[in-house]
C-alpha cells in the first residue's frame, strides 16, 4: 500500500527511464527529419564550420605526428635539463622544418621540370611510339587494325591531356593566391601544434578529470582503455607507413637511375606517396607512372614494370612486416575491405586512416563477441564450454 501510495503521489512531470530512452528516440527522429529536409543549409553550415576548425585540425595532426619524435628526445636525449619540454618542441620542429626545406629545394623543383618536359615532348613521344608499333606490325606481320585504334587511342587521350595541362598554365595565379591564404592556415595549425604539445602536461589530465566527472567511472576506465589501444595502433600504423614509403621511394629513386628509366624523380614521388595507402598503393601509383613510360620509352615502361613488382614483393614480405609488424591484426579481406569503404567515403585519407580505424572498431567488435560467447558458455563453433573438473580430496 505505501509503494502504491507513493506512487500515485509521483509528480506526472518526471519520467522514468523508458519515458527517457522513448523522449531520445522521438528527438532523433525529428533531428533526423529537419537534416534530411535541410541538406543544403546543413552541408553550407558545415562547410562553413569546418572552414573556420580546418586550421585546429591541422594543428592537432601536426601534433600527433610530431609527438612520438619529441617524446623521444624528452625522455633520452634532454631527461636531464629543467627546460627538457621546450627544448623537444624547439628540436623536433626544427628537424620537421629542414626536411620540409629539403623536399622544395630537392624534389620539387625536379618534379616540376619532369611535368613540363612531358607536356612539351609528348608529341615527340607520340610520333615515336607510332613508328615503333609500326615496325613490330611490319616485322611480326601482325593485323594492324586494332593495333591502330589502340594507338589513335592513346593519341587523343594525350592530346587532351596535353591541353589540359597547357589550359591550366595560366590559372597558376589563383592557385598562388588560393596557396597564400593557406600559408595562413597554415602559420594557425603550426602555432596551435605547439601550444598542443607543449600544454599535453596538462591538457590530458583535464579532459581526463572532465571525463570522470561526467561518466561513470566503470564507463570512463573502458573508454580510456579503447583511446589508449587506438592510439597504440594509430600511433604504430602511421609512424611504420611514413618510413616505409619514405625507404621505397628513395629506393624506387636509385633503381630508375640505374636502370635508366625516364622522369625518375617524378616516378618515385608518385610511387611513395601512394605507397602509404596499404594493399593497393604500389598498383595505384604504378599505373599512371607505366602509361606515361609507355608513351616516353615502351622498353623503359617493361623495365619499370619489373621494377615495380620485385618493390612490391620486397615491401610486402620484407620491409613491410619489419617496420610495421603486426600493427593492425587484419587479415588481406578486412583491409581490402577498409580500404575500399574509406576511399569511397574519404577518399585519399580515408583510403590511408581506414585501415587503423578499421583495426580498432574490429578489436571493440571481436572483444565484444568473446564477452558475449563466456556469458553463453560456448566457444566460436556454439560447442558448450566444460568447466575443469574439481579435484577431489585424494588429489
Known amino acids: 500500500m505505501p509503494d502504491k501510495e507513493n506512487k500515485d503521489k509521483r509528480k506526472w512531470y518526471i519520467l522514468d527511464g523508458r519515458s527517457i530512452s522513448l523522449l531520445l528516440v522521438l528527438l532523433i527522429a525529428i533531428l533526423f527529419y529537419v537534416a534530411l529536409t535541410h541538406f543544403d543549409v546543413i552541408q553550407t553550415r558545415l562547410s562553413l564550420f569546418m572552414g573556420v576548425v580546418s586550421p585546429f585540425i591541422a594543428g592537432f595532426a601536426i601534433a600527433y605526428l610530431l609527438n612520438t619524435p619529441m617524446c623521444f628526445f624528452e625522455r633520452k636525449v634532454y631527461r636531464k635539463l629543467r627546460f627538457k619540454r621546450g627544448l623537444s618542441i624547439l628540436t623536433v620542429y626544427l628537424l620537421a622544418l629542414a626536411l620540409v626545406v629539403i623536399l622544395l629545394q630537392m624534389i620539387l623543383p625536379q618534379v616540376v621540370q619532369s611535368i613540363m618536359d612531358l607536356a612539351t615532348n609528348m608529341q615527340y613521344y607520340l610520333n615515336g611510339l607510332e613508328r615503333l608499333v609500326q615496325q613490330v606490325t611490319e616485322q611480326f606481320q601482325l593485323e594492324g587494325a586494332g593495333i591502330e585504334e589502340s594507338l589513335e587511342f592513346i593519341k587523343n587521350l594525350t592530346s587532351k591531356l596535353t591541353e589540359t595541362v597547357a589550359s591550366s598554365l595560366p590559372q597558376l595565379l589563383d592557385f598562388g593566391m588560393a596557396v597564400g591564404s593557406g600559408i595562413i592556415s597554415g ?21 581526463k578529470k572532465m571525463l570522470y566527472a561526467v561518466v561513470p567511472k566503470r564507463r570512463a576506465d573502458k573508454f580510456l582503455q579503447i583511446c589508449s589501444h587506438a592510439n597504440k595502433v594509430f600511433v604504430g600504423f602511421i609512424n611504420g607507413k611514413l618510413i616505409d614509403s619514405a625507404i621505397i621511394g628513395v629506393l624506387c629513386f636509385l633503381l630508375c637511375l640505374i636502370l635508366r628509366i625516364p622522369y625518375p624523380m617524378l616516378i618515385s614521388v608518385v610511387i611513395g606517396v601512394t605507397n602509404i595507402i596499404p594493399f593497393f598503393g604500389p598498383i595505384l601509383g604504378a599505373i599512371p607512372c607505366l602509361m606515361i613510360l609507355v608513351i616516353v620509352d615502351p622498353w623503359a615502361a617493361l623495365r619499370f614494370l619489373v621494377l615495380v613488382i620485385a618493390l612490391q614483393q620486397f615491401d610486402g614480405n620484407i620491409l613491410g612486416p619489419k617496420i610495421l609488424g603486426d600493427s593492425t591484426g587484419l587479415s588481406a579481406i578486412w583491409v581490402l575491405v577498409a580500404i575500399v569503404v574509406g576511399g569511397g567515403l574519404f577518399g585519399f585519407p580515408g583510403m590511408v586512416l581506414g585501415v587503423p580505424t578499421f583495426a580498432v572498431l574490429y578489436a571493440l567488435v571481436r572483444e565484444w563477441v568473446n564477452h558475449r560467447l563466456d556469458a553463453k ?19
Open 377 to 395: 558458455g560456448i566457444d566460436g563453433n556454439g560447442t558448450p564450454r566444460t568447466k575443469p573438473a574439481e579435484p577431489t580430496e585424494e588429489e
Open 187 to 207: 602559420i594557425t595549425a603550426v602555432i596551435s601544434s605547439i601550444y598542443m604539445l607543449a600544454g599535453k602536461g596538462r591538457l590530458v589530465p583535464q579532459l
